[in-house]
T-cell receptor, first 110, second 114 residues
Framework: DAKTTQPPSMDCAEGRAANLPCNHSTISGNEYVYWYRQIHSQGPQYIIHGLKNNETNEMASLIITEDRKSSTLILPHATLRDTAVYYCIVRVAGANNLFFGTGTRLTVIP | SAVISQKPSRDICQRGTSLTIQCQVDSQVTMMFWYRQQPGQSLTLIATANQGSEATYESGFVIDKFPISRPNLTFSTLTVSNMSPEDSSIYLC???????????FGQGTRLTVV
């Protein structure tokens, strides 16, 4: 699986958009980009995933660059409850295990 | 979606003893996964548990230390054997949805070995 690189930490003001970057420059054509988050003392929570098109759901938007070497997770209106560690994961289509990196610790500030 | 229940949610154990962690899913799944999260670290896959066959372990994890049972399609156990303080971690169970688009995780078992 391709390796991902994320900044170790970020801050975001409450109510503002949180933009979390991820670099996956060695991604292959059949690998998806997944985002999970882990709120303190809880199991990881699925957020969104995509292959090459931008995706949006009720939680977030995923913007993948045209060359697919990087992506950005956007939380449009961050709240205090969005404070968590966010993991960007590249998953081969059909693979059943997820390889977690070190993630980005997002702190939403009042 | 899938709802995963893990028991116990936390435990404090003496070194040299063993602890069995249970994972119950509200639907039938082919594969179940066990992860470990050491303090301040990310998640590491321990093994994949298939019903009716032996578990498949990742590099660095062995069956004698982490025996796994998978008696049916909704249940699995992970045993942490002969524990030492280095085994203090959060242990998490995970499954994929039927379409293999989302993986769901239990809330984890926080183990402290003293």
């Amino acid at each position: 699986d391709a390796k991902t690189t994320q900044p170790p930490s970020m801050d975001c003001a409450e109510g503002r958009a949180a933009n979390l970057p991820c670099n996956h420059s060695t991604i292959s054509g059949n690998e998806y980009v997944y985002w999970y988050r882990q709120i303190h003392s809880q199991g990881p929570q699925y957020i969104i995933h995509g292959l090459k098109n931008n995706e949006t759901n009720e939680m977030a938007s995923l913007i993948i660059t045209e060359d697919r070497k990087s992506s950005t997770l956007i939380l449009p209106h961050a709240t205090l409850r969005d404070t968590a560690v966010y993991y960007c994961i590249v998953r081969v289509a059909g693979a059943n295990n997820l390889f977690f990196g070190t993630g980005t610790r997002l702190t939403v500030i009042p | 979606s899938a709802v995963i229940s893990q028991k116990p949610s936390r435990d404090i154990c003496q070194r040299g003893t063993s602890l069995t962690i249970q994972c119950q899913v509200d639907s039938q799944v082919t594969m179940m996964f066990w992860y470990r999260q050491q303090p301040g670290q990310s998640l590491t896959l321990i093994a994949t548990a298939n019903q009716g066959s032996e578990a498949t372990y990742e590099s660095g994890f062995v069956i004698d230390k982490f025996p796994i049972s998978r008696p049916n399609l909704t249940f699995s156990t992970l045993t942490v054997s002969n524990m030492s303080p280095e085994d203090s971690s959060i242990y998490l169970c995970s499954v994929w949805t039927g379409g293999y688009t989302e993986a769901f995780f239990g809330q984890g078992t926080r183990l402290t070995v003293v």
